[in-house]
C-alpha cells in the first residue's frame, strides 16, 4: 500500500489546539448536530471503507450533509483532519488499569493491539508517520506502555528504540495481511485457487531437481495454520530478555 499522506503536514499548532484544547467551538456560524467529533468520525469511518485517499473536505461535506464551507469554521484543511483522525483510532482501548505490569506482557499486548489497529483502520498503512503530531491519544498510549517497561534497566532512548523495533515489526506483518486480503478481493481468487492455478507449473520445476531444499520441504511450509505474528514476536520478545538479564547481571 502506497503513502498517500502525511501527518504533520499542515498547520501543527492548529491541530494540537483541536486535540488537547477547547478548539472544538467554530469560529463563527455554527451548524446545529455539527460537530468536531462527528466529522473525525465520519472521516475515519470513509477511510476505513474506501482508503484515505477518498477522504476530501468535500467528500466529507456530503457525507455529513452540510456545506464544504461549514467544515472550515472546525477544522482548516484536511492535513490537520488527518491529525485529528490518527488521534482518535490510536486511542488506548480496554481497560488500561488491566494493562500487564510485566514488561514482556505489556509488549505483548502493545504489539497485538497495534496489529488489531491496523486491521481495523488498514488506511493507516498509507499514512507516512515519521512525524507524529503528538495528540493525547499518542502521548497517552506511550505513558501506558513506559510503565510497564521501565523497569527493564534499559537506557531511556533504548525503551524508546525498543517500541519502534516492535512497532516496525507489527506494522511489516499487518501490511502483509492487509495487502493479501485486498489481492483476494479484488482478483475473486482464494488463496487455494490462487496456489491451485500454479501448482502444475510448479510441480515440473520441483522435479527437475534444480531446487533441492525448496522440493524437500514439508507440505505444511507455507500453510496459513502456523502463526508467523506470534513466532516473530516471540523471537523479538525472546531476544530483549537476553538484554535484559545481561543488564540485571551487570547492575547486580
Same mark, same amino acid.
Given at each position: 500500500?502506497?503513502?498517500?499522506?502525511?501527518?504533520?503536514?499542515?498547520?501543527?499548532?492548529?491541530? =494540537?489546539?483541536?486535540?488537547?484544547?477547547?478548539?472544538?467551538?467554530?469560529? $463563527?456560524?455554527?451548524?446545529?448536530?455539527?460537530?468536531?467529533?462527528?466529522?473525525?468520525?465520519?472521516?475515519?469511518?470513509?477511510?476505513?471503507?474506501?482508503?484515505?485517499?477518498?477522504?476530501?473536505?468535500?467528500?466529507?461535506?456530503?457525507?455529513?450533509?452540510?456545506?464544504?464551507?461549514? =467544515?472550515?469554521? /472546525?477544522?482548516?484543511?484536511?492535513?490537520?483532519?488527518?491529525? @485529528?483522525?490518527?488521534?482518535?483510532?490510536?486511542?488506548?482501548?480496554?481497560?488500561?488499569?488491566?494493562?500487564?505490569?510485566?514488561?514482556?506482557?505489556?509488549?505483548?499486548?502493545?504489539?497485538?493491539?497495534?496489529?488489531?489497529? /491496523?486491521?481495523?483502520?488498514?488506511?493507516?498503512?498509507?499514512?507516512?508517520?515519521?512525524?507524529?503530531?503528538?495528540?493525547?491519544?499518542?502521548?497517552?498510549?506511550?505513558?501506558?506502555?513506559?510503565?510497564?517497561?521501565?523497569?527493564?534497566?534499559?537506557?531511556?532512548?533504548?525503551?524508546?528504540?525498543? =517500541?519502534?523495533?516492535?512497532?516496525? /515489526?507489527?506494522?511489516? *506483518?499487518?501490511?502483509?495481511? *492487509?495487502?493479501?486480503?485486498?489481492?483476494?478481493?479484488?482478483?475473486? @481468487?482464494?488463496?487455494?485457487?490462487?496456489?491451485?492455478?500454479? $501448482?502444475?507449473?510448479?510441480?515440473?520445476?520441483?522435479?527437475?531437481?534444480? /531446487?533441492?531444499?525448496?522440493?524437500?520441504?514439508?507440505?505444511?511450509?507455507?500453510?496459513?495454520?502456523?502463526?508467523?505474528?506470534?513466532?516473530?514476536?516471540?523471537?523479538? =520478545?525472546?531476544?530483549?530478555?537476553?538484554?535484559?538479564?545481561?543488564?540485571?547481571?551487570?547492575?547486580?
Amino acid at each position: 500500500m502506497a503513502t498517500t499522506e502525511t501527518s504533520g503536514s499542515g498547520d501543527i499548532t492548529r491541530s =494540537l489546539e483541536l486535540m488537547w484544547g477547547s478548539g472544538e467551538r467554530p469560529t $463563527r456560524g455554527p451548524k446545529p448536530g455539527l460537530t468536531l467529533e462527528r466529522i473525525v468520525t465520519t472521516a475515519v469511518r470513509l477511510a476505513d471503507a474506501e482508503g484515505i485517499a477518498a477522504v476530501s473536505m468535500r467528500r466529507l461535506s456530503t457525507e455529513l450533509g452540510t456545506g464544504t464551507m461549514s =467544515l472550515y469554521r /472546525y477544522v482548516p484543511g484536511k492535513a490537520e483532519l488527518l491529525d @485529528l483522525m490518527l488521534n482518535h483510532v490510536q486511542a488506548p482501548g480496554g481497560d488500561s488499569a488491566a494493562f500487564p505490569d510485566h514488561w514482556r506482557a505489556a509488549l505483548e499486548t502493545f504489539a497485538r493491539g497495534t496489529l488489531e489497529q /491496523y486491521r481495523e483502520h488498514p488506511w493507516l498503512l498509507q499514512v507516512n508517520q515519521a512525524r507524529p503530531v503528538l495528540g493525547p491519544s499518542v502521548v497517552e498510549g506511550l505513558e501506558l506502555v513506559l510503565s510497564p517497561i521501565k523497569p527493564m534497566g534499559l537506557r531511556d532512548v533504548e525503551l524508546i528504540s525498543v =517500541l519502534i523495533m516492535v512497532e516496525g /515489526y507489527v506494522a511489516g *506483518v499487518a501490511r502483509t495481511q *492487509v495487502q493479501a486480503a485486498q489481492a483476494a478481493e479484488e482478483s475473486k @481468487l482464494t488463496d487455494e485457487a490462487f496456489w491451485d492455478a500454479q $501448482r502444475p507449473v510448479l510441480e515440473r520445476i520441483m522435479e527437475s531437481g534444480k /531446487y533441492p531444499l525448496i522440493a524437500g520441504l514439508s507440505e505444511d511450509s507455507f500453510g496459513s495454520e502456523f502463526d508467523h505474528f506470534e513466532f516473530g514476536l516471540a523471537r523479538i =520478545l525472546d531476544g530483549l530478555e537476553v538484554l535484559v538479564e545481561q543488564r540485571t547481571r551487570a547492575a547486580r
